[in-house]
């Protein structure tokens, strides 16, 4: 009987022979690695779309909580410092960048003014021909308004974001400031939460994923925190090199990713039922060329400020490891990569349970349930996947097989262990998640939607 694979790149369904169990070999669609399971993994018949994860009870009331929470969080922990040579660097790295904007500027110039320009000073030179006096009028002024567009255009839609009151989640933003005053950085004032699996911040602002959250423990979670304040620890030019990142990001947004424009468009030409999408295929070539006459700027952006970008991702990962140690940090790593593949598993899933109105109440319960099924085999192809992967030249980030290298080499034991599930942190998890779960179908899904087709999610946390 043939075995069942999903490769961990593109996510594609396999079908191998059984003499191949507990081999690894190369997708033939996209070339990725993929381990296959061992055959008593493959023989095990598939659990139900909501099989629960282990049991992880804390039958603990909010002061027992507190207490193993944060009487933990305590010890001497080692702070960043930046040398003044560093901050030198940034800081010329920071003048360079502010170049990008003003070539940026001058790049939609060149077309609007050339525009202008053809108008007022062709018709002496190519008479009075409408096709050659408004034909360049016309694609000047279209390009150079589509230059415009990463300024304007918004982001995908991935789910309604929820800001948190701090009463609501008063264990959770006491811990989150306590980690940053460990680190001598700056606690956000906003928290928010969603339906998807990420993680991220800026100087004020926190946003947590609340299916990452049900398939982490504490202390992860904890070391995901202390990195997003290690990149703005005072008196480590965090001030500037956040300043470097927005604008090499906004550039590399711009070039590398979608926005919301992008996604609909994108949908439009490639679905075969849609008659408007063969019209919209003119606006996706000129999206395209818009990402071509943007792409040195990105690469400037790389060239300026890659290095010192990935010194400052090595420090906030220094924050992590001195935090939760060296081994809790590669873990970490490690839970991850099986997360985002689980949430791939559960995002294609999604599509058929919304056509037989079957889908999960509870999209973190879900994750959870879906990562609790991976075969132990599988994951260390994941593990070993991603240890493969270089440092790209200039790159604003460095490669995670560089990142866990850094980490065994500071050897830290760390001074926070908490195993407890990071959901302790909210007082009513569950009620949260499942009002974020609605709201991200809600986004991805479209009415119609109605909330009595929901399904329980059964979970033993």
Known sequence: MPISVTCPQCSTTLKVKDELAGKRGKCPKCQGAVQIPAASA?????????????????????????????????????????????????????TATCLLPALYAVLVTLFLGGAVMWFLYAPSIVGSGAVLLYGPVAVLLIIGLALLKPLIAPRPAKGKVKSLARDKAPLLFEFVDKIAAALNAEGPKQITVDGNPDFHGSRSHLHIGLPLVACCTVDQLAGMIAHECGRHVKGTASGTASFVRGISHFFFRAVKQRDAWDESIYAATTSR??????????????????????????????????????????????????????????????????????????????????????????????????????????????????????????????????????????????????????????????SLAKDVTWDYYLVELGPPLERRFLQPVVSGA
Request: net charge neutral; charged share 20%; hydrophobic share 45%.
């Open 273 to 430: 039922r849609s008659v408007l999408g063969k019209l919209l295929w003119p606006l996706r070539i000129l999206f395209s060329l818009v990402k071509i006459l943007l792409w040195p700027l990105m690469y400037l952006g790389q060239l300026f400020s890659g290095l010192l970008l990935q010194k400052t991702e090595f420090d906030a990962d220094l924050c992590q490891i001195r935090l939760i140690g060296s081994g809790p940090y590669e873990a970490t790593f490690r839970t991850l990569r099986v997360i985002d593949f689980a949430w791939k598993q559960v995002q294609a899933d999604l599509v058929f349970q919304h056509k037989e109105n079957q889908l999960p109440d509870n999209l973190p319960r879900q994750l959870e349930s879906a990562v609790a099924q991976i075969p132990d085999e599988f994951r260390a192809g994941l593990a070993v996947e991603a240890d493969t992967t270089e440092t790209a030249d200039f790159a604003l980030m460095p490669a995670e097989k560089d990142r866990l290298a850094a980490a065994i080499a500071a050897a830290s034991p760390g001074i926070y262990s908490c195993p407890l599930p990071a959901t302790v942190l909210f007082d009513d998890f569950d």
């Open 42 to 94: 493959a023989e095990t018949k598939p659990a139900p779309p909501f099989a629960p994860q282990p049991a992880k009870k804390t039958s603990l009331s909010a002061e027992e909580r507190r207490a193993r929470v944060l009487g933990l969080l305590s010890g001497p922990m080692e702070k960043l410092s930046a040398p003044f040579s560093f901050r030198l660097r940034m800081f010329m790295a920071a």
